[in-house]
């Protein structure tokens, strides 16, 4: 009896150990830059009003707007919440930019109003953008450059421009910030692979059909890119940036536009902008059943709330946005009106 009591014992405390040390790792984890979300409130970018909108995140108000300038299109935010890097990409869109911009909005989300620019001249046309774990840099597509430029982000000073080969659209940063993957649609048939320490192009992923959307797993083990032509995304292992898999998307006869994970990596959703669908997927079952919602026109960013139970998608053909409940099976609450034609929205 004795010795039995001895064994839970020392079993209760293994398993404490192994408790303790998950929560040690957990927090040891740099921050995701490819999934950030908060509690303090919720940002905007409404690419065809020109601004950057403030809502309340429960209520879905708007408490305030910037004019950061002609099309913003992307946005950053700091892991410690304070900061917004909106990048202002000019009057057009890709492939037809007349007067590509120059300039990184940067924003203080306590007051929410712009404290500097950052002018990446002679570079033109920032796009995809995202900030690494530490804060300290942010990774800019300027497509009309075809560069990839890393900036400082207490100076400003690009440190570097990297020729990524390829324009540039979208990136994707693995979380240990140790590569970047960039996106270049439809003009250039790969995802160009930039080392961050070295700073050199180091790979180049087959992409025949070009890419759309792209994103990182939590985990850091592949990249999800979407194909520019065909309803799947194809899966890229980083160990050694070559495809691993391709999965259809459902009940979908186009390609879809963006990919993102859920923050605690528990799903996968794409927004398809020509047939207003939203695909969710289960990362551990990738070629199962997947949900598929009708959100409103032309469904672009996806924004996740802190606690995982919500997602909000950007309907940047009808200027609004749709809530929907990630408990248990997806489905979508409501739809509000935000703007005029919103890209991209986050949680901070």
């Not at 940002?43 to 950061?68: A, C, H, Q």
């Not at 070559?242 to 979908?252: E, G, I, N, W, Y």
């Not at 006869?253 to 207003?276: K, L, Q, W």
């Amino acid at each position: 009896m004795k010795n039995r009591f001895a064994y839970r014992i020392v079993a209760l405390a293994i398993l404490a150990c192994a408790a303790i040390a998950c929560t040690v790792i957990a927090r040891s984890l740099p921050p995701d830059p490819n999934n950030p979300t908060g509690s303090h409130g919720l940002i905007l970018v409404d690419k065809l009003g020109s601004r950057v909108r403030f809502l309340n995140p429960d209520t879905y108000s708007e408490l305030s707007n910037l004019d950061v300038g002609a099309r913003p299109h992307e946005m950053a935010i700091s892991p410690d919440h304070k900061t917004a890097y909106v990048s202002v990409y000019g009057d057009g869109v890709y492939g037809n930019n007349p007067h590509p911009g120059h300039n990184i909005a940067v924003i203080d989300l306590a007051s929410r109003q712009i404290t500097k620019m950052i002018d990446v001249s002679p570079y033109i046309a920032p796009h995809g953008i995202m900030v690494d774990p530490s804060g300290k840099r942010l990774y800019v597509t300027c497509d009309l450059s075809r560069k990839l430029l890393i900036i400082n982000t207490s100076t400003g000073v690009t440190e570097a421009a990297i020729d990524t080969v390829g324009t540039g659209h979208w990136i994707t940063m693995l979380p240990d910030a140790s590569k970047v993957y960039v996106a270049n649609k439809n003009e250039s048939p790969f995802i160009s692979v930039i080392d961050l320490k070295t700073r050199k192009l180091v790979a180049k992923v087959p992409m025949p059909n070009g890419t759309q959307g792209i994103v990182a797993s939590p985990d850091g083990k592949h990249v999800l890119a979407v194909d520019f032509v065909v309803p799947q995304i194809v899966v890229i292992n980083t160990v050694d940036d070559t495809v691993a898999d391709k999965v259809t998307l459902q009940s979908d006869d186009h390609a879809a536009f963006r990919v993102r994970y859920t923050p605690d990596g528990s799903r996968i959703m794409t927004t398809t902008e020509t047939t207003s669908l939203v695909n969710i997927i289960n990362p551990n079952d990738l070629h199962g059943v997947q949900s598929v919602l009708t959100v409103g026109k032309s469904p672009m960013g996806i924004g996740f709330a802190a606690n995982g139970e919500t997602a909000l998608v950007a309907n940047h053909g009808d200027g609004t946005v749709s809530v929907l409940d990630l408990k248990g099976d997806a489905k979508v609450l409501s739809n509000f009106k935000a703007g005029t034609g919103i890209e991209t929205i986050a949680y901070y």
